[in-house]
């Protein structure tokens, strides 16, 4: 369910991969972070599934083929969670490239205007159409007024060829800095083709999978929700967080309720783990970067016996998933395609490695 102060767009059915528009104004990026590929590469070793629920030559069974499709799912959750990083990282990379090049034309400007200006003023003091050596020798009162008069040229003079030079060499870095953060832009827009490609890929084979686990039965396909997500919880009511932020936050993800999971999606309508997440928080106007990783780094720490309503749940390692703890163990979150936004358990995971307060 969308909320009437959503500003961000619909993602599309299956694949949702808009780039980002930007992040915090000035702020600078000077290389990939590291390990943001670690693990882009994990394949899949796909089974070839059986078209109804009965056992099949090979001894695949249909609770085996449930399994692999729960481990599927999450391989594809670390993929796309990975995308959104780079996006991030790529969002982070264009910014610099952009307070590079201002800064590189600010001191190229500079210099091209001491350069035209002071530059010649000093020269024409020597050689010119100013005030020159002889003309301070014909016109000074006396001598002490002349060596004072030769001594302030000599400042001058000088003063102006070290202030060109530390324009100079401002302007040459601000050029490498320019290069530099191209570069890395670059390089941040290969990592996200190169994981996009991957998940492409997975998707095909989730799709395959997702056909053929259609057959399964009802209570089958629950044990494939129980293993990656959680047996859905009732929505509980009266949830209060210990900020106004915190408090919008939790509002609005539990507004989500039953809106359906697709990677790479932030809303209104359709939702991944982390655009589930930021999506509620900038409902509050604190705005997180749609990735789990660097949702992880947000904040401030804090233990489970800490947990407060709004906080940010992690789980597997690195990571890969976001939820949202919403009191008495329980967390509302996006979990796994085919499965709606729900509560469940904050167990149900079985991987928590950490959690961050974002407000409050």
Not at 39 to 47: E, K, P, Q, R, W
Not at 230 to 247: E, H, I, K, R, Y
Not at 327 to 343: F, L, Y
Request: include cysteine; charge should be negative; hydrophobic fraction near 45%.
């Amino acid at each position: 369910m969308a909320t009437p102060h959503a500003l961000l767009t619909h993602a599309p059915a299956h694949l949702h991969t808009e780039r980002p528009t930007g992040s915090a104004p000035g702020r600078r990026v000077t290389g990939l972070r590291a390990g943001l590929l670690v693990g882009a590469a994990t394949a899949l070793t796909v089974t070839v599934l059986p078209g109804t629920a009965s056992a099949v030559p090979g001894g695949t069974t249909a609770d085996e083929v449930a399994a692999q499709v729960a481990e599927a799912s999450h391989e594809l959750e670390v993929v796309s969670e990975q995308l959104n990083e780079a996006k991030v990282v790529l969002a982070e990379q264009e910014s610099a490239v952009e307070a590079a090049g201002a800064e590189a034309a600010a001191a190229e400007e500079q210099l091209s205007a001491l350069d035209g200006q002071i530059r010649r003023l000093a020269r024409s003091a020597y050689t010119g159409s100013g005030l020159s050596q002889l003309d301070l020798l014909l016109t000074s009162d006396s001598a002490d007024d002349l060596v004072s008069s030769l001594g302030t040229l000599d400042v001058i003079a000088g003063h102006t060829n070290e202030v060109l030079t530390e324009v100079a060499q401002a302007a040459e870095q601000a050029d490498e800095s320019r290069e530099a953060a191209a570069a890395a832009a670059a390089e941040a827009q290969r990592a996200v083709d190169d994981i996009a490609a991957k998940q492409e890929d997975l998707e095909a084979r989730i799709a395959d999978y997702q056909e053929r686990y259609a057959a399964l039965t009802a209570p089958q396909q629950e044990e494939v929700a129980r293993a990656h997500g959680g047996a859905s919880l009732p929505a509980p009511s009266g949830v209060t967080a210990s900020s106004a932020a915190a408090q919008v936050a939790v509002d609005t993800a539990l507004a989500q309720i039953g809106d359906p999971y697709v990677w790479g999606a932030g809303g209104p309508n359709a939702f991944d783990c982390s655009g589930l997440t930021s999506y509620a928080y900038a409902a509050a106007g604190v705005m997180l970067p749609h990735s789990s990783r660097s949702q992880s780094q947000m904040g401030r720490p804090v233990s489970r016996g800490e947990l407060q309503p709004g906080d940010l749940l992690f789980f597997y390692s690195p990571v890969s998933h976001v939820a949202m703890y919403i009191g008495n163990g329980q967390m509302v979150h996006a979990s796994t395609s085919g499965q709606p936004v729900k509560v469940a358990s904050i167990d149900a995971m079985g991987s928590f490695s950490g959690a961050r307060r974002i407000a409050g």
